[in-house]
């Protein structure tokens, strides 16, 4: 669901100081430190920087000028106002310094928290209703049981957590990923947020990407202000895909402020917020699974989350994502009663049956430009994993085919699925485990007998 014209993001740009809803002194230190940063800025371009209006920013200079901190010089010969450029004298460069020392934030003018609150609800993931057709299409081109597509088709409407788990090599990432293509319309996200007196820059432009069909940038700089849309927010963003694996940690999910740069760093959950927060590999974390589940039970109950600012302000933000666990372990490994029960659903991507593992190894096959001599698969199936108990795992067909293919780059020739090339393959990826796992078993076993007591 897009943004609808009640939202703040589609709201009039505001045309004076107070329509903003920032206090006046922090908009003329704003200003201060984009002159200090950029020398002399003509006035459109200093309301092309801020995403302000001239109207809001004249007032601003005529402080910022009475208090002899600018100054303005003409820069053409038309005699209009296009040809004024200002620029800060010695007293507003050791005001913009302190006001540096602060916060260095020197971007586009943030929007209010309550307005930030106000759009992440009107965009809201839970408004969203994923059907049968819509994750056939997405899923069109994947090999997997109809129950788990139905599963997670399901999962997606509940608006609760999801878990997936199976062995690794099942597909389980690939298949949280693939969820972002459920998502439906696109967002707008604020350039920067104010939180008591900071500034949380917001828009990132590696997690916050176009829509199809939108840009974003152009849109901003070519008529946002020109149109009177408040040019703070980004419009026309798909809805994020986040997703982290086992180098997060604890400290990540709390909001950052470094103090060599003087900037914030949002948690990458509220830059995901109208969208999908993936963590990938649960279990495999710095952290304990029981730690990290711990510190997402508020978030997944009540749909806001709580953040502390560097001098210990502690604020609330919309916790408004699809949380999707993907993890090699069972559910309850990793976690208690309490835990599990906050998630909705919680998934298993088997083994492949046959049937599917063929299509995957023709798709793969395809996909390489790969001949398949004939009997090949029916090699690999009998010969190779169910001899060896090798289980049929979606991974397997593509990276033991990718290396029948680097052979046949290394001797010359053309690439084809043969017992002899099979062979090879199968070597170099599983370097004997099946025949160690059946030897390790056999003593085993024999180990037990003779540890046994014989029964009478």
Known sequence: MAATSSSPATARAPRSVEETGLPFLFLVELVAKVLFQRGQVKLHDLASHLKLAISVLDPLIVFLRTEKLCEVTRSGGSGTDA??????????????????????????????????????????????????????????????????????????????????????????????????????????????????????????????????????????????LLRGIDARWVRGIERPTTLTGGELTLEMLDLRFDANTRLYQAPPHLKANNGIFIIDDLGRQRCSPLELMNRWIVPMDRGID????????????????????????????????????????????????????????????????????????????????????????????????????????????????????????????FAGAGARRAAGDKNKKEQERRETPAQV
């Open 83 to 224: 040809d004024l450029t200002y620029h800060l004298t010695d007293a507003g460069r050791l005001r913009a310094v302190a006001c540096l020392a602060r916060n260095a934030y020197a971007g586009a003018a943030p929007v209010t928290l309550a307005d930030y609150r106000a759009q992440v609800a009107t965009q809201s993931v839970a408004d969203l209703r994923v059907t049968r057709p819509d994750v056939a299409a997405t899923f069109h081109d994947i090999v997997i049981g109809q129950r788990v597509l139905d599963q997670l088709g399901s999962a997606m409407n509940s608006g609760r957590a999801i878990f997936i788990h199976g062995l690794a090599g099942s597909g389980k990432t690939f298949l949280a990923e693939r969820l972002c293509g459920l998502l439906k319309g696109s967002i707008a996200v604020p350039h920067a947020i104010m939180v008591d007196g900071e500034v949380l820059p917001f828009y990132d432009p590696v997690q916050h990407r176009p829509a199809a069909g939108a840009d974003p940038d152009r849109a901003d700089e070519r008529g946002d």
């Open 306 to 429: 709580y953040l502390s600012l560097h001098t210990g302000h502690v604020f609330q933000v919309p916790f408004d994502v699809v949380v999707v666990f993907s993890s090699n372990f069972l559910p309850e490994r990793l976690s208690d009663g309490a835990f599990l029960r906050r998630l909705g659903y919680k998934i298993e991507v088997p083994a492949q049956t046959a049937q599917e593992y063929e299509r995957i190894f023709s798709q793969a096959c395809a996909q390489y430009g790969i001949a398949c001599e004939a009997g090949a698969f029916s090699y690999l199936l009998h010969e190779k994993h169910h001899r060896e108990d090798i289980p049929l795992l979606a991974c397997y067909p593509r990276d033991l085919l990718r290396q029948v293919r680097d052979l046949a780059h290394y001797e010359g020739g053309a690439a084809v699925a043969d017992r002899r090339s099979l062979d090879w393959a199968w070597d170099n990826y």
